[in-house]
């Protein structure tokens, strides 16, 4: 017979309390360990966006320079068809109709590590409420800026340069692209340039005030949509930087 008044009953619940905690402690440590990992993986899913960011911060600060050139041309053209400017030479007309008829610009942002991301399903590693949403609406801003550009492309493609086309050699407006890229480099040197052009034909013609304005008006939407990006990106810049910083 068991005789209960022998039973060691404090040994016995100090050892169920120590089993107990050590499978506690047991699972902190599996969880703390966990949440290690987590947190080196979301450091390192930071450090990649935060690199595709910065190139993206540096296209969409040219993108806004380009704008604003195409902008500033379009807006001169049509002060020289109003009189507001007198004396500009055939040359200066020449780098702005290239500007306004030839020349369009489509911004291709860097989005390799958030696609990635969204890929892999781990958006939720990211601790940051206000980071997550910024970078899950991130494609949907993009493609909201950029669709004014495709638009004056297009614009530029159908409308803009075959109008030219048909007006005036435009040869020598190719020799002011303003860029330095190879191809536009060899373009300048391959096509020759003319004597001066007579610019007269255009001014008289309403089809040209026309397209100069409207492609002012598409160039003001453009530019607002991209600078709109360029602050959503330095909103998530400025988040990346202050998770990174908090690790």
Same mark, same amino acid.
């Given at each position: 017979?068991?005789?209960?008044?022998?039973? !060691? #009953?404090?040994?016995?619940?100090?050892?169920?309390?120590?089993?107990?905690?050590?499978?506690?402690?047991?699972?902190?440590?599996?969880?703390?360990?966990?949440?290690?990992?987590?947190?080196?993986?979301?450091?390192?899913?930071?450090?990649?966006?935060?690199?595709?960011?910065?190139?993206?911060?540096?296209?969409?600060?040219?993108?806004?320079?380009?704008?604003?050139?195409?902008?500033?041309?379009?807006?001169?053209?049509?002060?020289?068809?109003?009189?507001?400017?007198?004396?500009?030479?055939?040359?200066?007309?020449?780098?702005?109709?290239?500007?306004?008829?030839?020349?369009?610009?489509?911004?291709?942002?860097?989005n390799g590590s958030l696609n990635a991301l969204f890929a892999s399903g781990k958006l939720d590693l990211i601790e940051n409420a206000r980071l997550r949403s910024l970078l899950a609406a991130w494609p949907s801003f993009v493609d909201n800026a950029t669709?004014?550009?495709?638009? =004056?492309?297009?614009?530029?493609?159908?409308?803009?340069? !075959? #109008?030219?086309?048909?007006? =005036?050699?435009?040869?020598?407006?190719?020799? #002011?692209?303003?860029?330095?890229?190879?191809?536009?480099?060899?373009?300048?040197?391959?096509? !020759?340039?003319?004597?001066?052009?007579?610019?007269?034909?255009?001014?008289?013609?309403?089809?040209?005030?026309?397209?100069?304005?409207?492609r002012l008006a598409n160039e003001v939407y453009a530019l607002q949509e991209i600078k709109v990006l360029a602050r959503k990106l330095d909103s998530i810049i400025e988040q990346i930087n202050a998770e990174l910083q908090r690790h």
């Amino acid at each position: 017979m068991i005789d209960r008044d022998a039973m !060691p #009953y404090g040994r016995i619940a100090a050892e169920a309390v120590a089993i107990v905690l050590s499978i506690l402690l047991a699972f902190a440590i599996d969880a703390a360990w966990d949440n290690h990992k987590e947190r080196q993986q979301e450091r390192a899913i930071l450090s990649s966006l935060a690199a595709d960011f910065a190139d993206a911060k540096v296209l969409l600060d040219e993108a806004i320079g380009v704008h604003q050139k195409y902008l500033d041309s379009a807006r001169r053209l049509l002060a020289i068809l109003d009189q507001e400017v007198t004396g500009a030479d055939w040359s200066a007309i020449d780098s702005m109709l290239n500007n306004v008829f030839l020349n369009a610009k489509t911004t291709e942002i860097p989005n390799g590590s958030l696609n990635a991301l969204f890929a892999s399903g781990k958006l939720d590693l990211i601790e940051n409420a206000r980071l997550r949403s910024l970078l899950a609406a991130w494609p949907s801003f993009v493609d909201n800026a950029t669709e004014d550009e495709r638009w =004056i492309v297009n614009d530029v493609q159908q409308r803009l340069t !075959p #109008y030219l086309n048909g007006k =005036i050699y435009v040869r020598n407006s190719y020799q #002011y692209s303003g860029s330095l890229s190879t191809v536009e480099a060899m373009l300048k040197k391959s096509v !020759p340039p003319r004597p001066p052009t007579d610019h007269e034909v255009l001014w008289d013609d309403p089809k040209f005030d026309n397209l100069v304005s409207n492609r002012l008006a598409n160039e003001v939407y453009a530019l607002q949509e991209i600078k709109v990006l360029a602050r959503k990106l330095d909103s998530i810049i400025e988040q990346i930087n202050a998770e990174l910083q908090r690790h």
